[in-house]
């Protein structure tokens, strides 16, 4: 049995989905919160779990019969690092036999802010001795998704990312490498990034080319830029974490040379210039 959980997120519902490629329905389990949010995963022949990661009570029941184990990242800071202790605790007493965890690029020596909790949860699992699986994944392609629209019609985008060189691939190629560890088992490290790698610059390039206009970038100090995005209605902390890590891929964190995810995936990733067409409509 694979048990995926955050199965009703974004990623969550595209790595059922390339697991149900892989394996049977029957040997696939959706681990959420809110089962009722589940109806359409369970209407493909997936069971449904609730677990709730702040619910130490439904960790045991929804990991009982599990073999392989998915841990999707969570999005509530300031409480992860509890959470994957009492999650990964309780999975290694449910006699889980293999835990993977979406991590970050670059992990061993990632400094954003957004990396310090993927380093404690690589700890911990590392710690229970079990079989394990750890998908350093660079930003989503969609992670740019207010940028190719404010670009689009404003003809400007902003960051701090300077000329950092950012390997982004799309949602579903880091939730296709997921499902190839899951189905077969396998363990190690992977450096997850895109095939082709751009800056911000490039990246306006890409939307002018599919807006028909001409697009720039226009760099900004990190405290700057986390000011921008609050005036922006960004909230406070998201806007400082936002600025960290464009300040830390100015320096290359989000790049990588690696190839595990063609590997993993058997092909190319999915071009960024691809996404924009997708989400601009041209």
């Known amino acids: 049995m694979i048990t995926v959980t955050g199965a009703t997120g974004q990623l969550g519902r595209l790595v059922i989905d390339a697991l149900l490629k892989r394996v049977p329905s029957g040997d696939i389990t959706a681990a959420v919160r809110s089962p009722e949010k589940a109806a359409d995963i369970a209407a493909k022949g997936v069971r449904i779990v609730r677990l709730d990661y702040n619910a130490l009570e439904t960790l045991g029941p929804a990991l009982a019969g599990t ?42 020596g990632n400094p954003m802010f957004l990396g310090a909790d993927h380093k404690v949860a690589e700890k911990l699992i590392a710690a229970t001795g079990l079989p394990h699986a750890f998908l350093r994944n660079s930003w989503y392609n969609e992670n740019y998704l207010t940028a190719f629209q404010s670009g689009a019609a404003h003809g400007a985008i902003i960051g701090a990312a300077g000329e950092g060189r950012i390997s982004a691939a799309s949602r579903a190629d880091y939730a296709e490498a997921a499902a190839a560890v899951l189905a077969e088992g396998r363990t190690g490290v992977f450096e997850l990034g895109g095939s082709t790698a751009f800056t911000m610059d490039e990246l306006a390039g890409f939307i002018g080319d599919v807006a028909g206009k001409p697009v720039s970038y226009v760099n900004m100090a990190p405290e ?14 998201m806007a400082g974490a936002l600025a960290d890590s464009d300040k830390y891929a100015a320096e290359g964190w989000l790049f990588t040379e690696s190839r595990d995810l063609e590997t993993l995936i058997g092909r190319k990733s999915t071009p960024i210039a691809e996404t924009i067409k997708e989400v601009l409509g041209a």
């Open 67 to 108: 073999d392989r184990l998915l841990i999707i990242s969570g999005n509530e800071f300031g409480q992860r690092v509890e959470q994957y202790e009492r999650l990964i605790a309780a999975a290694k007493a449910a006699g889980v036999g293999f835990i993977a965890y979406t991590s970050i690029i670059n992990s061993d």
């Open 224 to 237: 700057d830029y986390a000011a921008q995005l609050k005036g922006f209605g960004v909230p406070e902390g």
